[in-house]
């Protein structure tokens, strides 16, 4: 090999060299990066919290309650005011025999002519409710409508003219409860509820069903002009049983406990006339739609929790194989540098020969 095939030899192995040499800094700075992210995302599993099932015990509680009567109450909340007194809150739980609630709804036909309609259910006709009275209190008498219309009316005419008196008074007491209820936020007029009474075959009683006027008379009922019936069923309410729960709020109280620890007496109003004791009783109770909601909360934090885990673990994953092959790489990198070392060695030797056959040429 001449000499400048050698040193153009050298220079080329250098050069070659050098950029393996630096492709070798770039590989080691690729790895440092992945092995950055690695460790975050090791940093991101350990910073995770890992969902906890909740426990039944968190949605248990001790209930207190006591009769009074017809009255069940059930203690809300126990605030210890010193002195072995105590603010009680409570709920008061009744039936109401008398309430007035819905019931199913009906067709209604409407037969006469706009501005004097008249509303039947089949063959009972609507009147307005609690209308019919003249007088004053204790003088009451009947208006001769009503009475025209309680004669054609076959539960309304087999009773006495005191009988019917007391019915219409009656009615006006229902209709303060279904204003009550119903009609909170309207200003109620005379004619605002209409009323018949329906036959109960099995009891041989006449039940009151009411009707708001305006649920017939408004424009989105609509009627057939064949026959009448209105095209839907519109809403009706009668009297029934329903169970009525007030809340008592502060009241003071003194307790007794029994060795357990556990509340077995309770004294409403103490040191006053209005003192009264009643005994409690006590029951554990489980709010079971609220553990149901908890253990759905946790159902779903768990199933999140599974799935960041399970994306970590794959990112990690491709990062370990692009570091493997990052790490292959290197060291075909190094048998390439330890191979062009050796070469450039040879190459070295055989210029250093011709340099000293050159200098030993003109010597």
Known sequence: MGMAASQAR?????????????????????????????ANYYNQLLGMEVPVPPSVDDFTKTVYSFTDGALENVVTSLIAQGEGKFLVSYTRSYTDDTAVVSTTSSIITRSGTEGAYVYNVGAKQLRALGQGLQGTEGNYSLTAEFKEFAAKDEYLSTLTED???????????????????????????????????KHDTTSGTYNPVFYKTNDLTKDTTIYSDKTGASQSFIPAYSTGSERVTDEIKGTEAKLEQDTSGRYINITLNPG?????????????TTDQDAYNDAMNQYEYDKATYDKAIEDINNKIEIIQIEDKNLELRLKQLDTEQDAISTEIDAVSKVIEKNVESSFKTFG
Request: aromatic fraction near 12%; hydrophobic fraction near 25%.
């Open 10 to 38: 050298f220079l080329g192995l250098t050069a070659r060299k050098t950029n393996v040499e630096y492709e070798g800094q770039q590989i080691n700075q690729q790895r440092t990066t992945l092995s950055n992210q690695s």
């Open 163 to 197: 009988q019917q008196i007391k019915l219409l008074l009656e009615e006006q007491a229902y209709k303060e409860k279904l204003d009550e209820k119903y009609n909170k936020d309207v200003e109620s007029a005379d004619d605002f509820w209409q009323v018949y009474y």
């Open 272 to 284: 006053t006339d209005d003192e009264v004791t009643y005994s409690l009783t006590t029951q554990t």
